[in-house]
């Protein structure tokens, strides 16, 4: 039988699976959202993309679909198109992961489908090993850019036929590298890793530097002077809080004049106990108002009087204290500057 034969009997067979596995998902439907919804026309466009020859458009479809709803009868589907691919690895690894995912789903076709076909391609499979003899300290293994780990020297795994890149690196070393061609079918392939040669490039500068004499710190920048700005500031909110609390004394003083305008005596009406307590409330205010102004012109004369300048002066401060009676609430101030 010629080659072109039997690529196309394999091809009926693989289109034939995939039909049986089509019909029988079809009995096993579960709500659909948004993704299983597009999950379900990616794998009908990938059935039709595989009928018409474009296997690797056909892959792309049912993994996809596969990502958004994984279903045993999707996985299934995929495994037989990786397989058509050429990626027998690949698809041995998918049919592995059909099974568990056949049974979860209660599908025992599924299942016996799924080890039937790894009982036919584990006779195929290209399988690499490779050794390293020589390890040296942080040596990293890689193979077509992925680490392999140590665990896994030695180990005559399944790959996919094809061109394989396998890099070692390690300090101080030279990288080694080589490409493998994996055959399609059966094909073993052992891959060992010579001694590594010492890296003189590397190792040169590294010597050099330790004999180096240390770089010479540089010079701490000159801060600039601070600025007063702050201090103008709060001293001008300092002669607003006075303002404030100037206005509301007056208030204070006019509404008592009003509240004992309506008293008689030892003898007040409503009017004038109403006013009395909007005086109190604007004495109260009053007193904030000016501690708080004292505050802000004594921190502001501070600022100023402390700023860095050609003569000495004396270490200036600010202190307030609560100043409470029977009718008055305010702030004391007291400083040196």
Known sequence: MSIRSRSRELRLAALCLMAAISVSSAGNARPAGNDAVLARSLFDSGKALMSAGKTDEACDKFAESQRLDPRSGTLLNLAVCREEQGKI??????FQEAIPLSRNDERPDREKL??????????????LAIEVPFPVDAIEVSLDGVAVGKAAWSEAAPIDPGDHRITVRAPGKKPWSTLVRVGPSADRHVVRVPNLEDDRVAVAPAASSASAPAPRPEPRPVLPERSNTAAYVIGGAGIAALGVGAFFGWRASKKWDDAQSNCTGDVCNAQAESLSREANTAAWVSNVGVGLGLVGIGVATWLL????????HTKAGVQ???????STLGLGVSGRF
Do not use: Q
């Open 320 to 326: 307030a204290s609560p100043i409470a009676g029977t």
């Open 305 to 312: 009087v402390s700023a860095p300048g050609d003569r000495p």
């Open 114 to 127: 799924a080890k039937d076909k790894l009982a036919e391609i584990e006779p195929r499979l290209p399988r």
């Open 89 to 94: 690895a690949t698809a041995w690894l998918l």
